[in-house]
Antibody
């Protein structure tokens, strides 16, 4: 059974850098892509970006200038950094296993999710 | 404003059938990209409910079904149960945005 466990700082000040890590237990790490998704309070889901088995990344265009996703295949972990945070970045952040569409290679769906971490940005 | 449009809420009595719509455009659902559905129980992470428009992952009851036509998709829940009370989200891909897109979510209330 695949399990994702995530951790990181839950309280940040404006302009600081958000840093979260997600560990994958069970299943193949190298055979999948891995995503970060967030949910602002009372709102819907927003895809932040992903990293594939080769270390290649894709980011949401609206966040691209501030986001870095990296991976450590030796530890079966991947991480998210979001710089220059503001109150608008307050959200629950989820890591998720991403299945890619077989023909196009584009992100398809997310079948396993981490427990989520509430990150609050406040002065 | 979400790229995919869902009703904010739906409701039904136990045992009834409800449907949740997900309306997109020619750059996402209408372009042929598949639709996936997630169930989010209060205080928990989303759970994959339907993938590839109409496929159920192992363990998801057959009371849940999905369909897609044109620029829209639908999630149907039959034999409504109290435990189905949750938020439901549709998801697809948008070629104009080069981005994964979600609906705004629909809150299902079991009366």
């Amino acid at each position: 059974q695949v399990q994702l466990q995530q951790w990181g700082a839950g309280l940040l000040k404006p302009s600081e850098t958000l840093s979260l890590t997600c560990a994958v237990y069970g299943g193949s790490f190298s055979g999948y892509s891995w995503s970060w998704i967030r949910q602002r309070p009372g709102e819907g889901l927003e895809w932040i970006g992903d990293i594939n088995h080769s270390g290649g990344t894709n980011y949401n265009p609206s966040l691209k200038s501030r986001v870095t996703i990296s991976g450590d295949t030796s530890q079966n972990q991947f991480s998210l950094k979001l710089s220059s945070v503001t109150a608008a970045d307050t959200a629950v952040y989820y890591c998720a296993r991403e299945v890619r569409e077989a023909v196009t290679g584009l992100p398809y769906y997310f079948d396993y999710w981490g427990q989520g971490i509430l990150v609050t940005v406040s002065s | 404003q979400s790229v995919l449009t869902q009703p904010s809420s739906v409701s039904g009595a136990p045992g009834q059938r409800v449907t949740i719509s997900c309306t997109g455009s020619r750059s996402n659902i209408g372009a042929g990209y598949d639709v996936h559905w997630y169930q989010q129980l209060p205080g928990t992470a989303p759970k994959l409910l339907i993938y590839g428009n109409s496929n159920r992952p192992s363990g998801v009851p057959d009371r849940f079904s999905g369909s897609k036509s044109g620029t829209s998709a639908s999630l149907a829940i039959t034999g409504l149960q109290a435990e189905d009370e949750a938020d439901y989200y549709c998801q697809s891909y948008d070629s104009s945005l080069s981005d994964v897109v979600f609906g705004g979510g629909t809150k299902l209330t079991v009366l």
